[in-house]
């Protein structure tokens, strides 16, 4: 149980286009979804927490205009990266936490690697 | 501010032999502590929490970790190393009452050897 997927695993995309990254619960409601980005050999870095039905809450010195997260239903989330650039080329990482789970632990998706050319 | 530190970046042990990663945190309040592996290019895999109860917790594949609060350490430990171990590991926590926004150690890089 508590599978997270991402899709897609990998995508290439052109400098000043947009790329949209998905990310599900498979056998769960997720109340909360999170979204982190990862450098090589670094930590995660969150980015944004999204509430199913509400606006995403932004880390500081995370644009939000750049970074859209759409949280539309209990077991979908989504990151649009707009108007990408190579330095937005990163692994990102979503992650959910269970509905009736008071355990607080969150469940990760595989990543998605993001390269701008 | 919640904080947690990892402060080897990379441990070596040899195969067979026991592995320690060391944690520790800062946290208002009641600590929820996590441990977290990743392989390369892959996305984090739960091992083990502590929430309340026993200070030592044990998780997937023979890992445990020890809460210490008077040290504010949450080590994690193997009592034999396989190479397939080798990974990167994550120290995570939060707090009762917190949320459930999880604040990260840098990560350790553990390598078993032959």
């Known amino acids: 149980g508590a599978v997270v997927s991402q899709h897609p695993s990998r995508v290439i995309c052109k400098s000043g286009t947009s790329v949209k990254i998905e990310c599900r619960s498979l056998?769960?409601?997720?109340?909360?979804m999170f979204w982190y980005r990862q450098f090589p050999k670094q930590s995660l870095m969150l980015m944004a927490t999204?509430?199913?039905?509400?606006?995403?809450?932004?880390e500081q010195g995370v644009e939000k205009d750049k970074f859209l997260i759409n949280h539309a239903s209990l077991t979908l989330s989504t990151l649009t990266v707009t108007s990408a650039h190579p330095e937005d080329s990163s692994f990102y990482i979503c992650?959910?936490?269970?509905?009736?789970?008071?355990?607080?632990?969150?469940?990760f998706g595989p990543g998605t690697r993001l390269t701008v050319t | 501010a919640q904080s947690v530190a990892q402060p080897e970046d990379q441990v070596n042990v040899a195969e067979g032999n026991p592995l320690t990663v060391k944690c520790t945190y800062s946290?208002?309040?009641?600590?929820?502590l996590f441990w977290y592996v990743q392989y390369p290019n892959r996305g984090l895999q739960f091992l083990l929490k502590y929430i309340t109860g026993d200070n030592l917790v044990k998780g997937s594949y023979g890992f445990e970790a020890e809460f210490n609060k008077s040290q504010t350490s949450f080590h994690l430990k193997k009592p034999s190393a396989l190479v397939s171990d080798s990974a990167l590991y994550f120290c995570a926590a939060t707090f009762e009452g917190g949320g459930n926004k999880l604040t990260f150690g840098t990560g350790t890089q553990l390598k078993v050897e032959l």
């Open positions: 946290v208002s309040g009641n600590p929820y």
């Open positions: 999204s509430n199913e039905g509400s606006k995403a809450t932004y």
């Open positions: 056998d769960f409601q997720a109340t909360t």
């Open positions: 992650s959910a936490t269970d509905l009736f789970s008071t355990a607080y632990e969150q469940y």
